[in-house]
T-cell receptor, first 111, second 117 residues
Framework: AQRVTQPEKLLSVFKGAPVELKCNYS??????LFWYVQYSRQRLQLLLR??SRESIKGFTADLNKGETSFHLKKPFAQEEDSAMYYC?????????????FGQGTRLTINP | NAGVTQTPKFQVLKTGQSMTLQCAQD?????MSWYRQDPGMGLRLIHY???????DQGEVPNGYNVSRSTTEDFPLRLLSAAPSQTSVYFC????????????????FGQGTRLTVV
C-alpha cells in the first residue's frame, strides 16, 4: 500500500542552524515525490519536486530509492522558514492519480 | 485568474445539519480533490474527480458526497454533520495525467474551517 511517513510532528531549530525534515515512503511503482509548505495564514503551496532536482528558498531534497526516503534539507535556517511542511507522493492506480500526504512537520525557527 | 476558490471560509454546524462546501477553479484542470486536515493526521483524501462526471472515493469518504457536473466546480456535501467532521477542508486541482512536470503540481484553495457542535 502507498504510504508517506513524516516521523517528526514538531521540529525546532535555531536560526542559522541546519535543518532536515524527514520523509519516508512506501510505494511499489516509480515514485514521484513533492514537498508542500503552508505558511501561517496562507494556502498550501508546492515547495519543490524531486523530478526537477531544484533548490527553492535554499531547500533541497534528494530521492533515495534504496532507503525509500525524500528528506528536505537546508544548510542555514531562516526565521521565515517557520511553517508546516508536508511530504507528498503521487500514485497511479487503474489510471487515476492520487496525491498522498504525510502527517506533516511543523518547523519552528527560533531567533 | 483566481486559481482555486473555496467558500465559505468558516462554518459552524449543529449535529445532524447538512451543508455544501463549494470549490471552483478557473484553470481548466481535470483533476480535483477534497482533503481534510486534522492535527497529527496530515491531509487525508476524502473524494476526488478525474474529470466532469467522474468521481471516486479516497481514504475517508464516509459521511461525504461529491459530484462533478462541470470542469470548474467540485462541491462537497455533508449529509448529516457529526462532531468527528470538525476539521479544516481543502480543495485542490491539477492538470491531467501526463509526462509533463507541470501537470503534477496541485493548487490548493484557502481552506474551510468547519466546526460541528
Amino acid at each position: 500500500a502507498q504510504r508517506v511517513t513524516q516521523p517528526e510532528k514538531l521540529l525546532s531549530v535555531f536560526k542559522g542552524a541546519p535543518v532536515e525534515l524527514k520523509c519516508n515512503y512506501s510505494y511499489s511503482g516509480s515514485p514521484e515525490l513533492f514537498w508542500y509548505v503552508q505558511y501561517s495564514r496562507q494556502r498550501l503551496q508546492l515547495l519543490l519536486r524531486h523530478i526537477s532536482r531544484e533548490s527553492i528558498k535554499g531547500f533541497t531534497a534528494d530521492l533515495n530509492k534504496g532507503e525509500t526516503s525524500f528528506h528536505l534539507k537546508k544548510p542555514f535556517a531562516q526565521e521565515e522558514d517557520s511553517a508546516m511542511y508536508y511530504c507528498a507522493l503521487l500514485t497511479v492506480y487503474q489510471g487515476a492519480q492520487k496525491l498522498v500526504f504525510g502527517q506533516g512537520t511543523r518547523l519552528t525557527i527560533n531567533p | 485568474n483566481a486559481g482555486v476558490t473555496q467558500t465559505p471560509k468558516f462554518q459552524v454546524l449543529k449535529t445532524g445539519q447538512s451543508m455544501t462546501l463549494q470549490c471552483a477553479q478557473d484553470m481548466n484542470h481535470e483533476y480535483m480533490s477534497w482533503y481534510r486536515q486534522d492535527p497529527g493526521m496530515g491531509l487525508r483524501l476524502i473524494h476526488y474527480s478525474v474529470g466532469a462526471g467522474i468521481t471516486d472515493q479516497g481514504e475517508v469518504p464516509n459521511g461525504y458526497n461529491v459530484s462533478r457536473s462541470t470542469t470548474e466546480d467540485f462541491p462537497l456535501r455533508l449529509l448529516s454533520a457529526a462532531p468527528s467532521q470538525t476539521s479544516v477542508y481543502f480543495c485542490a486541482s491539477r492538470r491531467g495525467l501526463g509526462d509533463r512536470m507541470e501537470n503534477t503540481e496541485a493548487f490548493f484553495g484557502q481552506g474551510t474551517r468547519l466546526t460541528v457542535v
